[in-house]
């Protein structure tokens, strides 16, 4: 089925707001969705409404809830999800975080009792078009074991960052840091597939080419022990920082039962005028990204997705029908 941007965003709207969402979250929540979906981040776009859904109506997230500031000092600030849906709380943080990085050169802005908080790499994509480099963090439900050991403790931990230029979209990356989307291992075992050696461990903590097996087991860190270190780093930033639950005390999103996963967020934006001068920045971004395009079959972090941005801006976006129908069958209860 195929839908504009506009459509797409008032259907998952209509549908949040059906299971219990406040008009502001349900709008906030469809409008990070839709985004997804444009950038072609289907993981992360209107699939998920049905799953927000289930969460509102069994309470493992309140519809109800407006996040608010419960901390601030200068740069920083503490915003608190207070156990709804993420976004409401991610924007409240985005505008306070893009005015204290102006006021005072860089900014770090956290939410604590959260919840799944989708593609992290959109709030920095705004934040960059403000000529602000922004970082952002988000810990998730237990799937990937710490260095050295067997039983999942953390989450993938999605890492984004990005970048501004002038007149030209901002360099934007976005990736979990698990070596391979679960998603990925839950298609290879939907189709009986093996997957390689080095994506995941078993319930006893194997290495395992069984996707089933890998699916009641761990994912397993990109670049092994350091990528493991890094969504360690981003555990603790997310987490220590904010009063945040680890993802070993969240319950997993692949399940509509569960409690509130209180997870955590963080960004860290900075103005580049601070430092070297807005004037330097975007020289010496354009010297790098100069010299990577110079080499035959390079191309910018997320220019494939900013390609289908603004594709979908004209052409709308397909979903399988089966999701357009159950999104209809949401909004209309």
Same mark, same amino acid.
């Given at each position: 089925?195929?839908?504009?941007?506009?459509?797409?965003?008032?259907?998952?709207?209509?549908?949040?707001?059906?299971?219990?969402?406040?008009?502001?979250?349900?709008?906030?929540?469809?409008?990070? $969705?839709?985004?997804?979906?444009? %950038?072609?981040?289907?993981?992360?776009?209107?699939?998920?409404?049905?799953?927000?859904?289930?969460?509102?109506?069994?309470?493992?997230?309140?519809?109800?809830?407006?996040?608010?500031?419960?901390?601030?000092?200068?740069?920083?600030?503490?915003?608190?999800?207070?156990?709804? @849906?993420?976004?409401?709380?991610?924007? @409240?943080?985005?505008?306070?975080?893009?005015?204290?990085?102006?006021?005072?050169?860089?900014?770090?802005?956290?939410? #604590?009792?959260?919840?799944?908080?989708?593609? !992290?790499?959109?709030?920095?994509?705004?934040?960059?078009?403000?000529?602000?480099?922004?970082?952002?963090?988000?810990?998730?439900?237990?799937?990937?074991?710490?260095?050295?050991?067997?039983?999942?403790?953390?989450? #993938?931990?999605?890492?984004?960052?990005?970048?501004?230029?002038?007149?030209?979209?901002?360099?934007?990356?976005?990736? %979990?840091?698990?070596?391979?989307?679960?998603?990925?291992?839950?298609?290879?075992?939907?189709?009986?597939?093996?997957?390689?050696?080095?994506?995941? $461990?078993?319930?006893?903590?194997?290495?395992? #080419?069984?996707?089933?097996?890998? $699916?009641?087991?761990?994912?397993?860190? !990109?670049?092994?022990?350091?990528?493991?270190?890094?969504? !360690?780093?981003?555990? @603790?930033?997310?987490?220590?920082?904010?009063?945040?639950?680890?993802?070993?005390?969240?319950?997993?999103?692949?399940?509509?039962?569960?409690?509130?996963?209180?997870?955590? =967020?963080?960004?860290?934006?900075?103005?580049?005028?601070?430092?070297?001068?807005?004037?330097?920045?975007?020289?010496? !971004?354009?010297?790098?990204?100069?010299?990577? #395009?110079?080499?035959?079959?390079?191309? @910018?972090?997320?220019?494939?997705?900013?390609?289908?941005?603004?594709?979908?801006?004209?052409?709308?976006?397909?979903?399988?029908?089966?999701?357009? =129908?159950?999104?209809?069958?949401?909004?209309?209860?």
């Amino acid at each position: 089925m195929r839908l504009s941007l506009t459509e797409a965003e008032s259907l998952a709207r209509a549908a949040l707001a059906g299971a219990g969402a406040s008009p502001e979250m349900a709008a906030a929540t469809a409008r990070a $969705l839709a985004a997804a979906e444009a %950038a072609g981040q289907a993981g992360h776009g209107l699939s998920r409404v049905p799953q927000y859904a289930a969460f509102l109506k069994n309470g493992r997230a309140d519809g109800a809830a407006m996040p608010r500031i419960v901390n601030e000092r200068g740069g920083a600030v503490l915003v608190d999800a207070r156990h709804g @849906l993420a976004y409401p709380a991610l924007a @409240l943080a985005e505008r306070e975080a893009a005015w204290r990085a102006r006021a005072h050169g860089v900014a770090f802005a956290g939410v #604590t009792n959260s919840h799944h908080s989708g593609a !992290m790499g959109l709030p920095v994509a705004r934040l960059a078009d403000q000529g602000l480099v922004a970082l952002a963090f988000t810990n998730s439900p237990a799937a990937m074991p710490v260095p050295g050991g067997r039983r999942p403790l953390m989450g #993938t931990n999605p890492v984004a960052a990005a970048f501004p230029r002038r007149g030209a979209p901002p360099i934007v990356i976005d990736m %979990a840091l698990s070596e391979v989307a679960r998603g990925k291992i839950m298609v290879a075992a939907k189709e009986g597939r093996p997957i390689p050696e080095g994506w995941a $461990l078993d319930a006893e903590g194997r290495p395992t #080419t069984d996707a089933k097996a890998a $699916l009641s087991g761990a994912m397993l860190a !990109m670049g092994g022990t350091k990528g493991a270190l890094l969504a !360690m780093v981003v555990e @603790l930033l997310c987490v220590a920082m904010t009063g945040a639950a680890f993802g070993f005390e969240a319950d997993s999103f692949f399940e509509d039962e569960g409690n509130r996963p209180r997870l955590g =967020q963080a960004l860290l934006v900075v103005d580049p005028g601070a430092l070297a001068g807005a004037d330097v920045f975007a020289q010496r !971004m354009e010297a790098f990204l100069g010299a990577m #395009t110079a080499e035959e079959g390079v191309r @910018l972090p997320g220019s494939r997705r900013d390609a289908l941005s603004a594709r979908a801006a004209t052409e709308g976006i397909e979903i399988p029908d089966a999701l357009h =129908q159950r999104l209809k069958a949401l909004a209309a209860a």
